[in-house]
């Protein structure tokens, strides 16, 4: 199965972005990754390359969502549903078999997706 890991990420969730990815970068089953960065500018989006740089993860793509500051609870309702009609998007214009929606604080067993495919299987 070709799948994409697919995820917004945010620097409010900068406390758990490098250990997430580590994470990613060592599951068994292979799967692309896209995260889609919704932060104010792209100062943030630039630290997770570097994040992916130190890690050395190379199969990765980082899309940046802009905005503006002090977003209404609507608007951040919005930024967040911009970010995944862009993965979306990228699923279908990459023919994936599956989408992992995977929130960028939350670590999972490195063998989580062959167990995944199995039960698609």
Same mark, same amino acid.
């Given at each position: 199965?070709?799948?994409?890991?697919?995820?917004?990420?945010?620097?409010?969730?900068?406390?758990?972005?490098?250990?997430?990815?580590?994470?990613?970068?060592?599951?068994?089953?292979?799967?692309?990754?896209?995260?889609?960065?919704?932060?104010?500018?792209?100062?943030?989006?630039?630290?997770?390359?570097?994040?992916?740089?130190?890690?050395?993860?190379?199969?990765?793509?980082?899309?940046?969502?802009?905005?503006?500051?002090?977003?209404?609870?609507?608007?951040?309702?919005?930024?967040?549903?911009?970010?995944?009609?862009?993965?979306?998007?990228?699923?279908? /214009?990459?023919?994936?078999?599956?989408?992992?929606?995977?929130?960028?604080?939350?670590?999972?067993?490195?063998? /989580?997706?062959?167990?995944?495919?199995?039960?698609?299987?």
């Amino acid at each position: 199965m070709k799948i994409l890991i697919g995820t917004p990420i945010h620097q409010k969730k900068d406390y758990a972005i490098e250990r997430w990815l580590e994470n990613v970068s060592k599951l068994e089953y292979p799967a692309d990754l896209l995260m889609v960065d919704n932060s104010p500018g792209i100062e943030y989006m630039e630290r997770a390359k570097g994040y992916c740089k130190r890690i050395g993860l190379k199969k990765y793509l980082i899309k940046h969502i802009e905005h503006s500051q002090g977003m209404s609870n609507d608007e951040i309702e919005e930024r967040i549903e911009m970010s995944q009609l862009l993965i979306a998007k990228e699923i279908l /214009a990459n023919n994936y078999d599956a989408w992992l929606s995977w929130e960028c604080d939350q670590i999972i067993p490195l063998d /989580a997706l062959d167990r995944l495919v199995k039960l698609q299987e």
